[in-house]
């Protein structure tokens, strides 16, 4: 049996809280690991930052991350952090495997009947070229709109903690995503940001017609235990599963979400 102390976490990085998603998904895949969950809230929200101070933080963060946790892998659990810094993250880090997060382009483009796709994502995702590189890799074939929303990531944060979020504001930012053209319309989705699934249900509610909300969190997680070495008779080892946010004061609302997610407060 491998000692506990053998078995490196594994961290999973966002802005906020949206990295959630994806956590959840890679515990029942990676049953055997520890976690540790880092959320950059002093620097959320990503999408108004400059792309280079924003590249530099991100670099700076791991650079002390890593050195910390000494992890077996860093999962980017945000469309912005790693669209724009995942290059330059495995550059200055190659010993470290890093599994990203970016917009859910190809398999959209692969489902698509109606060939009207869109992309729900942050401002800062939706200007990087890496999608549009995405985009005329994956689906040259098909209508894809960009839809970058100013305020849905902060919308999330709170109706997470429990907050109320306005029908009409959700309603206000998902809008652009329906797109009728030549009698056929928008038929997926792509929640282009980790945040986003936490609010599928009201998307689901307010839509005008049914749509595919295509959630990328469960292909991230299974890529994440494609790169982790499944040791077996491993033991769950109990000194990780914590939650790290760079503001050093997450609220209580935060903390006992975090709770329930099976994650202590650093």
Same mark, same amino acid.
């Given at each position: ?137 994956? @689906? ?5 709109? +960009?839809?970058?929303? =100013?305020?849905? !990531? #902060?919308? %999330? ?49 307010? @839509? ?5 909300? +295509?959630?990328?969190? =469960?292909?991230? !997680? #299974?890529? %994440? ?42």
């Amino acid at each position: 049996m491998a000692a506990t102390n053998d078995l490196k976490p594994v961290l999973m990085f966002d802005s906020g809280i949206g990295g959630l998603t994806v956590l959840r998904e890679a515990r029942v895949l990676m049953p055997e690991r520890g976690f540790i969950y880092v959320a950059d809230d002093a620097g959320f929200p990503y999408g108004g930052w400059k792309e280079a101070a924003l590249t530099e933080r991100i670099l700076t963060l791991f650079e002390k991350l890593i050195a910390d946790y000494s992890p077996e892998i860093c999962v980017i659990a945000c469309n912005t952090a790693f669209t724009l810094a995942g290059a330059a993250l495995r550059e200055k880090f190659p010993a470290m495997t890093f599994v990203g997060t970016v917009p859910a382009i190809k398999p959209a483009a692969e489902r698509t009947r109606s060939g009207l796709v869109s992309v729900l994502a942050t401002p800062g995702t939706v200007k990087r070229a890496y999608t549009r590189d995405l985009i005329q890799s994956f @689906a040259t074939q098909c209508h894809v709109r +960009l839809v970058g929303s =100013e305020n849905l !990531a #902060r919308m %999330a944060e709170a109706y997470i903690r429990g907050e109320t979020v306005v029908d009409d504001a959700v309603l206000a930012e998902i809008a652009p995503c329906f797109v009728e053209k030549d009698g056929t319309k928008t038929d997926i989705v792509v929640l282009a940001c980790t945040h986003y699934p936490f609010m599928a249900n009201i998307f689901r509610r307010l @839509a005008p017609w049914p749509v595919d909300w +295509l959630d990328p969190a =469960e292909a991230i !997680a #299974r890529q %994440a235990r494609r790169k982790v070495p499944l040791i077996e008779g491993a033991v769950h080892p109990d000194d990780y599963d914590f939650a790290v946010f760079t503001s050093g004061n997450p609220d209580f609302a935060t903390s006992r979400l975090m709770q329930g997610f099976g994650l202590r407060t650093a």
